[in-house]
């Protein structure tokens, strides 16, 4: 079964650093980009950022452009997002994600991590 897990989530103060990490699991997600969404409580999910399968392109929302950076390590088949100088305004359920190259679809999902910044 194919299966994205998160961790790294947590309680911080704003101003904090946290690293996630997303590990699937079930089949290598060669061609693929990965990808980080957000959903806060009583608002729709949101696009944070994503990453091509060479990790030569990334793409990130303006809330995210200049604080958090992702990464990908092809031979651990593993994507991370650190995040720097957080803010309350961040406070969400962080989702990894995964999509092929070669549409439009994100495909798999993992079950989230909490991300909680206190003011």
């Known amino acids: 079964q194919v299966q994205l897990v998160e961790s790294g989530g947590g309680l911080v103060q704003a101003g904090d650093s946290l690293r996630l990490s997303c590990a699937p699991s079930?089949?290598?997600?060669?061609?693929?980009?990965l990808g980080w969404f957000r959903q806060a409580p009583g608002k729709e999910r949101e696009f944070v950022a994503h990453?091509?399968?060479?990790?030569?392109?990334?793409y990130y929302a303006e809330s995210a452009r200049g604080r958090f950076t992702i990464s990908r390590d092809n031979a651990k088949n593993t994507v991370y997002l650190q995040m720097n100088r957080l803010k309350s305004e961040d406070t969400a359920v962080y989702y990894c994600a995964a999509k092929s190259t070669y549409d439009q679809i994100w495909d798999y999902w993992g079950q989230g991590t909490q991300v909680t910044v206190s003011s």
């Open positions: 079930g089949r290598t997600f060669r061609y693929y980009y």
């Open positions: 990453i091509s399968w060479s990790g030569g392109s990334t």
